[in-house]
């Protein structure tokens, strides 16, 4: 079983999108996934409750207990975290209980420096591991033909943490779809914005399985 936690302290980096997203893409590949919502929001949770045909399996832990609380849940292919903003107890509890810490940033200055402190513990954290924990920036709700959407990475990589290739681009679509309980990948298959989620997917498989 694999753990993806999708962690961004500062709201609004399209944390939710990407971890809905990102289990049904996991679950389109027939891998077994299970979504965690540790938002007290309960995002996803809503997400989920739109369309009682919602393939994806949402439970909700929104308390520091995540990492052991996943130890008595059905086993899984996949564990996706949506983690919560502005709780640093919930948040190490996700990164504890997590393989692999997925940040998205959106491309702006003030969400770059915004990642500092979440930055800090998943350093630290990789330490505690000896490098088993693994982490990423994804850029997210990127603006296509934006001067700072194309020097982010660059900027990214001063916090000594890889960047994704795949991006999250600012589309309609999205918030559409989460209106309506559902994804891209089920409003449209063949679609721009179900590309880059079925990348992003991949690309997660792929660093996971090294």
């Known amino acids: ?73 059905a086993k899984k292919d996949f564990v996706v975290i949506d983690g919560a903003p502005q709780a640093s107890d919930l ?18 200055p003030y969400d770059i420096w915004a990642t500092s402190d979440l930055v800090d513990l998943v350093k630290q954290r990789i330490d505690v591991t000896d490098g088993k924990l693994q982490a990423a920036f994804v850029v997210s709700r990127a603006i296509k033909g934006t001067k700072i959407g194309t020097e982010i990475s660059d900027v990214l ?33 063949t679609s721009d914005a179900a590309k880059e989620i079925n990348s992003l997917a991949l690309e997660l498989i792929s660093k996971l399985s090294k």
């Open 91 to 108: 948040a190490l509890s996700a990164i504890k209980a997590a393989d692999f810490i997925l940040i998205p940033v959106q491309p702006s």
């Open 157 to 189: 990589l001063g916090y000594e943490l890889p960047v994704l290739e795949t991006r999250i681009t600012q589309r309609v679509i999205y918030p559409t779809s989460a209106a309506t309980g559902t994804t891209v990948l089920d409003l449209e298959p």
């Open 1 to 73: 079983m694999k753990v993806i936690a999708v962690l961004n302290q500062k709201g609004g980096s399209g944390k939710t999108t990407i971890a809905t997203h990102l289990a049904r893409a996991l679950q389109k590949l027939d891998y077994s996934v299970l979504l965690v919502d540790s938002d007290p929001q309960g995002s996803a949770r809503d997400w989920s409750a739109v369309d009682e045909s919602n393939p994806v399996t949402v439970i909700g832990i929104d308390r520091p207990t995540i990492d052991r609380d996943l130890k008595s849940v």
